[in-house]
Nanobody, 116 residues
Framework: QVQLVESGGGLVQPGGSLRLSCAASGFTFSTYAMSWYRQVPGKERELVAGITTGGFSTNYADSVKGRFTISRDNARNTVYLQMNSLKAEDTAVYYC?????????WGQGTQVTVSS
């Protein structure tokens, strides 16, 4: 049974930091590209950051470049999103995605709220 379980979300003040984690099970984690997406009500889900299977290549949305860092630990079957200098517009539900070819798995999401 495939599972992606996100954690680490919460309420943080503007300028603060959070670290999201996504623990994977039920598939060969190291062979899947991993990504973080986010979604706010009434808007489409958008790609935040992605990382290749070996972790050697990453990509980011322009809105988070220089503030967010995606990483993975294939030994722990976990992908991370370090979020620094958070802004109110980063408020969203953040989802973890695993993808290999036509196979795509999603987590249940974790809420991140940036507010004073």
């Amino acid at each position: 049974q495939v599972q992606l379980v996100e954690s680490g979300g919460g309420l943080v003040q503007p300028g603060g930091s959070l670290r999201l984690s996504c623990a994977a099970s039920g598939f060969t984690f190291s062979t899947y590209a991993m990504s973080w997406y986010r979604q706010v009500p009434g808007k489409e889900r958008e790609l935040v950051a992605g990382i290749t299977t070996g972790g050697f290549s990453t990509n980011y949305a322009d809105s988070v470049k220089g503030r967010f860092t995606i990483s993975r630990d294939n030994a722990r079957n976990t992908v991370y999103l370090q979020m620094n200098s958070l802004k109110a517009e980063d408020t969203a539900v953040y989802y973890c995605n695993a993808r290999r070819g036509i196979k795509s798995y999603w987590g249940q999401g974790t809420q991140v709220t940036v507010s004073s």
